[in-house]
């Protein structure tokens, strides 16, 4: 397995093996990698010939200081467990200067308004900085193909609206919630939870399950409400918000239209981690 830490020698390596006509499938990652990240790079091996994956804790989409600061930094961990997939997966793990070139600021973007909708209304900056940090990255890696998880569902939908108004020849493949045993989706924020927060985290996913075969038969509000007086009684998670949204769109559903298809997102508070999740209503 071969580390880069300079988009100079990578892009080289790269430019060599696409001459000869090599596919390559990318899966950015900010680090601390689990089975999530893992069933995503096992997808783009099975439909690349190789696959690049980024290590990078990219400073420009942190809308708190000490949330960047206590991200876990994992290198060679990290590398250690990619090695147990394939001994030729390509790593680049940049510094800040070798991404940003002593200029560590986001670009504005315009994602047609869903940049402003759920995680927009509460991390503010944040989509310029996923922004920044995915077109740098297609730039340099210039992939075929790139794999992201559908837990971050709304920046999933950002990066495809990115890949299509920068026309950046990339095909974006959005890959199912890998989740633990008990429901709770894979995130490396899961780590830091304590004991007992993390015994209390499936309620989430138990709870968007029991969302889904509610709306079946309620109307929108109803499943909010509900969902609302759900978390209102667990002393362990504190919701931020939840939101039934068209796919498209990202909206807040008003009236329910059998032609269109929804789902219902999740944020809460676990002590001090925030977890977000969601699921496809219909």
Request: proline letters at 3%; one cysteine or more; a positive charge.
């Amino acid at each position: 397995m071969i580390v880069f830490n300079n988009k100079t020698e990578i892009q080289d390596h790269i430019s060599k093996k696409k001459a000869k006509g090599t596919t390559f499938g990318f899966v950015p990652t900010m680090g601390a990698l689990h089975n999530g990240h893992l069933s995503l790079v096992k997808r783009a091996l099975e439909e690349n010939d190789v696959c690049v994956v980024s290590i990078f804790v990219n400073p420009t989409q942190f809308d708190n200081v000490e949330d960047l600061k206590k991200y876990p930094r994992t290198l060679e961990r990290d590398v250690s467990l990619l090695g147990t997939v394939s001994k030729t997966i390509l790593v680049y793990a940049p510094s800040v200067q070798d991404i940003y070139e002593g200029n560590t600021k986001a670009e504005h973007f315009s994602f047609d308004g869903i940049e402003f909708e759920m995680e927009g209304k509460f991390r503010q900056g944040h989509f310029d900085g996923v922004g920044t940090i995915v077109k740098r990255l297609f730039e340099i890696i210039t992939p075929n193909n790139a794999y992201f998880g559908e837990k971050d569902f709304q920046q999933l939908a950002i990066i495809k609206k990115l890949a299509q108004k920068y026309k950046i020849p990339v095909t974006v493949k959005g890959c199912e919630i890998y989740r633990e045993v008990n429901g709770l989706a894979y995130s490396s924020r899961n780590e830091r939870l304590k004991p007992e927060y993390k015994k209390a985290a499936p309620f989430i996913f138990k709870i968007l399950t029991e969302s889904k075969e509610r709306f079946g038969t309620k109307s929108a509000k109803q499943v909010t409400e509900w969902v609302e007086k759900q978390f209102a009684k667990n002393k362990f998670l504190e919701l931020e918000y939840f939101v039934i949204a068209g796919i498209t769109t990202l909206k807040n559903v008003k009236r329910k239209s059998k032609s269109k298809q929804y789902r219902a997102f999740v944020a809460a508070y676990a002590d001090d981690i925030r977890l977000i999740d969601n699921i496809a209503l219909n």
